[in-house]
């Protein structure tokens, strides 16, 4: 449980970052930010992974750049089911997915993982 609520804080940072640089990406309010984390981190735990097998081929012709497309796509369907956040189309989404993959990647060299403990 700790270990979702830490990846949904790095999500907000994330996507409140992106929010900030991408054009086309923003939120509302505050809680709109904080809903859209946890929104995120629920898709990529349950719809991600069956678009990531579904996509694989087209993952591989590209040398993994479509994933940018699956995650810009996960994002866009975040957006979908919450109204105080918005991303207006396709170059959005891919920006705000670099941006959030960045941080996430960023904050996982300082925070480190399971093999690190103990």
Excluded: C, H, Y
Aim: no cysteine; net charge neutral; charged share 5%.
């Amino acid at each position: 449980m700790i270990r979702f609520i830490i990846q949904a804080v790095v999500t907000m940072v994330g996507l409140w970052l992106a929010a900030q640089v991408v054009p086309g990406v923003g939120f509302t309010s505050t809680g709109s930010l904080i809903a859209a984390a946890v929104i995120l981190g629920l898709i990529n735990a349950v719809v991600r992974p069956i678009m990531v097998v579904l996509t694989f081929p087209i993952t591989v012709v590209t040398l993994g750049l479509f994933l940018l497309v699956v995650n810009a796509a996960m994002i866009g369907l975040t957006a979908v089911f919450l109204d105080g956040f918005a991303v207006q189309g396709l170059w959005a989404g891919v920006g705000a997915a670099i941006v959030t993959g960045v941080v996430s990647w960023i904050a996982g060299a300082f925070i480190g993982g399971d093999e690190k403990r103990g």
